[in-house]
């Protein structure tokens, strides 16, 4: 019961740390936003994020190669273990 209580906490912790690393003033309302927000919850404005980082086509493109190349590799494993233990 105790350690549950005590993860709790540092959870809760770490949220209020992330939030206050990542809360900035709104320019139009002065509210508190997300850094990564683009429009203000509270008045609708549009932010500027710093934090949000949009992939560009290129970036995705590289994204779909790797995943493909780790795809094969995986299947051939399999393959070939497959075969592997299949001979014994
Ligand atoms: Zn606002």
Known sequence: MKKKTTVYEDEEA???????????????????VFD????????GGKLDPKGYNPLTDKQIKKIKTV???VGMVIAVTVV?????????
Do not use: D, N, S
Request: aromatic share 12%.
């Open 36 to 43: 990564h927000m683009k429009t203000c919850p509270h008045c």
């Open 67 to 69: 995943t493909w190349i």
């Open 80 to 88: 070939i273990l497959y075969f592997a233990l299949w001979k014994k």
């Open 14 to 32: 770490k949220r209020q740390k992330y939030a206050e690393e990542h809360i900035v003033e709104c320019p139009h309302c002065g509210e508190g």
